[in-house]
């Protein structure tokens, strides 16, 4: 097995693994340790450094193009809203005229069919005659 003698002190087997892993843990801690660190003063820079006036700026800049699209939203929505109205009126208009047409092409059917009606009794009567005439002679 082999022997691993540090500052006097004979490390064999198990024991120098178990050393290895614990110094290894350590180190790697350590670095963790470090870089967590590194990563918090640098953000401490960048926290220091920001402008806080412009980003109020930028939230300010945003809150009113947000203002002025819902008021361009409200202005879509009424518009709608009053087209749709004109085109509800428009409909309305032109089932009234078709109700008026309707009544109208019945009213000239009826007097159309007792124009008819009078005219082919009429020549019915003539062939009536006609006929009594003719059976006569």
Do not use: P
């Amino acid at each position: 097995m082999a022997e691993l003698d540090v500052g006097g002190v004979k490390v064999k087997g198990g024991k120098g693994l178990a050393i290895l892993m614990a110094l290894g843990t350590m180190i790697g801690t350590l670095y963790g340790g470090f870089e967590v660190y590194k990563d918090y003063m640098d953000m401490k820079d960048k926290l220091a450094n920001l402008d806080v006036g412009a980003v109020e700026a930028r939230i300010d800049n945003a809150m009113v193009k947000l203002d002025e699209a819902i008021g361009y939203a409200k202005d879509v929505k009424n518009d709608l809203r009053s087209d749709v109205i004109q085109v509800e009126k428009a409909i309305g208009t032109v089932e009234r005229r078709l109700r008026d047409m309707e009544n109208e092409n019945r009213f000239s059917i009826q007097e159309a069919k007792k124009w008819f009606d009078e005219r082919t009794s009429s020549i019915d009567e003539k062939l009536t005659s006609m006929e009594e005439r003719v059976n006569k002679n």
